[in-house]
């Protein structure tokens, strides 16, 4: 007896496009300071980080349902701690980045415990308070300065190019652990638990999915990536002071790439990148006009686009596919899927 079978697509052209063209980015950047402008290599790294971070943002709110408006508690802790290592203890600051990322993930665990029996705005203000705790007992420490903040010294052993090679290997580092990372973990058997999770959580528990524990770790996984983000943006930077690493602008800049970008897609996040980027290259001198702007253009797609930008044409398009579709046979009788 013949059996009819379905045929699971996972890629589409598009998506084909999207890898080559992200293979040749990544290329690109780890060439480019052979070829590229000292002026330009920053921009690539500050963009590389607002996209880093803004799509761990993504997953927290997109995913996991934790709307969190304190996430430059990890981008300040990250940045001091390699700041720490690599001044204080002479660790190689390329090494220190990545040690930096352990206190954020560790900083998780009590803020999690602390915070996660609250929902909706509840839990976005205690994570705004968790980080201004973090920013004032880290102003009121004198190993670090204080308020006065660290200056990265040690990178004045490595030449200009040296510099820049180590900074944007990072960054594409960054990329590949966070962008990538999020893409095969979407498209993972967890993938479709977080999905799950997003659309309705009290369905998915009653189906087997551990909400509870997928929410921890996506929160501290968020919070490390973050970090890290952190880390290599202060180490472009050369200096950290609180009132910069603990700035909440950071989350600021997540929520409006996110919104604006489409929540819960990666093309999202990076079309919202690319928005803020411009945006700030070109407006930011307007000062408090610029940032009211960017307000209002969250509002507005809050409002009337809740899906985004992205969400207004994603349904022609895939760059990043994370689901399943499936194709029936045809019928040899009437042409149609049976």
Not at 291 to 298: A, D, H, N, Q
Request: hydrophobic share 55%; aromatic share 10%.
């Amino acid at each position: 007896m013949a059996t009819d079978t379905v045929t699971v697509i996972r890629h589409t052209t598009s998506s084909r496009v999207a890898a080559m063209a992200s293979l040749v980015v990544l290329a690109g950047m780890i060439t480019m300071p052979w070829w590229g402008q000292s002026g330009h290599i920053r921009w690539v790294v500050e963009f590389s980080c607002y996209l880093a971070i803004a799509q761990m943002w993504n997953l927290l709110a997109g995913y996991a349902g934790l709307v969190s408006v304190g996430q430059q508690a990890f981008v300040g802790v990250a940045g001091y701690t390699m700041f720490v290592l690599a001044s204080n203890f002479g660790i190689n600051p390329f090494l220190a980045v990545w040690l930096s990322i352990l206190v954020p993930g560790l900083l998780a665990l009590p803020t999690y415990a602390l915070l996660h029996r609250l929902e909706g705005p509840y839990f976005a203000i205690g994570t705004w308070v968790v980080a201004e705790a973090v920013k004032l007992i880290i102003s009121n420490i004198e190993y670090v300065n204080a308020g006065s903040g660290m200056t990265l010294r040690v990178m004045s052993q490595y030449s200009l190019h040296e510099r820049e090679v180590g900074i944007i290997w990072l960054c594409v580092s960054m990329l590949l652990a966070t962008i990538g990372g999020s893409y095969w973990l979407l498209r993972s058997r967890h993938g479709l638990a977080l999905t799950a999770m997003r659309d309705n959580p009290v369905a998915a528990e009653s189906q087997g999915v551990d909400v509870k524990k997928l929410r921890f770790l996506i929160f501290v996984a968020a919070a490390m990536g973050t970090g890290l983000a952190g880390s290599i943006y202060y180490m472009a930077q050369l200096r950290l002071t609180p009132a910069a690493g603990f700035n909440p602008s950071w989350a600021n800049i997540c929520i409006f790439i996110v919104m604006v970008g489409g929540i819960g897609k990666i093309e999202g996040v990076l079309v919202g990148a690319i928005i803020y980027f411009v945006a700030d290259r070109l407006f930011s001198q307007y000062g408090a006009t610029y940032m009211i702007v960017l307000g209002l253009m969250t509002l507005m797609t809050a409002l009337y686009a809740r899906q985004g930008i992205w969400g207004l044409i994603s349904h022609r398009i895939s760059l990043f596919p994370v689901g399943r579709k499936l194709i029936a046979p045809l019928s040899a009788a009437t042409g149609r899927p049976r």
